[in-house]
């Protein structure tokens, strides 16, 4: 009896022993974490930027092929070189992440080799800017807006995600219309439909001065109604001089709960166009609500919003 006890003992001890094995040899082939090569890298780099050497154990002439990739065209191979190919690809907001398998071969033997490119957030608007304009961004507060250059508000407007122009679109502003002027010291706020989502942040804003060295004008944002009650958005606008002037918001934290129209208190003489479609609001003086209206201009001035925060 005692024989035949230790051996039914040795025998459940090897079962147990096998299933541990098992078990393990169950968890290793699920995870391939390791054999995986992470490269942190920022948002927004520029097409054609270089990533990292792909480095094979294979000896010889070397063939790299993409087998694999979850963003198309987000990455491209040069050589042994891994770089940007759609640097659009590259936002956190949309894409925390993106993975690639690369195919090695000497024509003998072949390599796999996986990588994981973690995008690291970063602030949008900071991401657009350049020079000046962005140290001046680095430098301001919460609440300040910032002049920054056309084409840095056109590179808003184009890439930065979900953003919305309203006030006047761009018809109106670059139509073959010659800019007139109208009068300063007023509030006025154009009503063609070109309003701010709901939910959206204001970031940017634009518009055509007739004079030189303004130093009083605000940016204004209405709900619900283009006649008002408009609130100041951020503090009022840097100096500035006649013809287009673009400026961007530090800080903006506090989304529209309704549709939106934006507006402002032009401290100045400021450029309009004929436009028979047109509807506008405005009241002499900085207030909040827009008693008048009329009919057959639009003024050049626009807002840009976005239903997703992407900065700090």
């Known amino acids: ?146 002049w920054i250059t056309e084409s840095e508000y056109n590179d808003l407007a184009n890439y930065l995600s979900n953003a919305t122009k309203s006030g006047a679109s761009d018809d109106q502003i670059y139509n073959n219309t010659s800019v007139e002027s109208s009068s300063g010291n007023r509030t006025i706020a154009n009503n063609n439909d070109f309003n701010i989502p709901s939910n959206s942040y204001l970031f940017a804003f634009k518009y055509y001065s007739w004079v030189n060295n303004v130093s009083t004008s605000r940016i204004k944002l209405s709900q619900d109604d283009a006649g008002g009650s408009y609130q100041d958005v951020g503090n009022v606008l840097p100096e500035h001089n006649d013809e287009y002037n673009h400026f961007v918001l530090k800080g903006s934290n506090s989304a529209t709960t309704s549709e939106g129209f934006i507006g402002m208190y032009a401290g100045g003489t400021v450029g309009v166009k004929d436009d028979n479609n047109s509807s506008y609001k405005w009241r002499n003086g900085n207030v909040n609500n827009l008693d008048n209206t009329a009919n057959g201009i639009v003024y050049l001035h626009q807002g840009l919003s976005t239903t997703l925060k992407q900065w700090d």
Do not use: H
Not at 115 to 126: C, G, N
């Open 1 to 146: 009896m005692k024989t035949q006890f230790i051996y039914q003992l040795c025998f459940y001890f090897c079962i147990a022993f096998l299933a541990s094995c098992n078990s393990e040899d169950d968890d290793n082939s699920n995870d391939s974490s390791n054999n995986v090569i992470t490269i942190n890298i920022d948002e927004y780099p520029s097409a054609g930027d270089f990533i990292a050497d792909i480095n094979s154990s294979l000896e010889g002439n070397l063939a790299y092929v993409i087998t694999f990739e979850s963003v198309p065209d987000a990455l491209i191979v040069n050589g042994n070189e891994l770089r940007v190919g759609d640097w659009l690809a590259f936002d956190f907001e949309t894409n925390e992440n993106i993975f690639i398998t690369i195919e090695v071969s000497n024509g003998e033997d072949t390599e796999v080799l996986e990588y994981k490119i973690a995008i690291q957030d970063v602030d949008d608007i900071w991401a657009f800017l350049n020079g000046s304009s962005r140290t001046a961004y680095e430098n301001a507060s919460d609440g300040d807006w910032i």
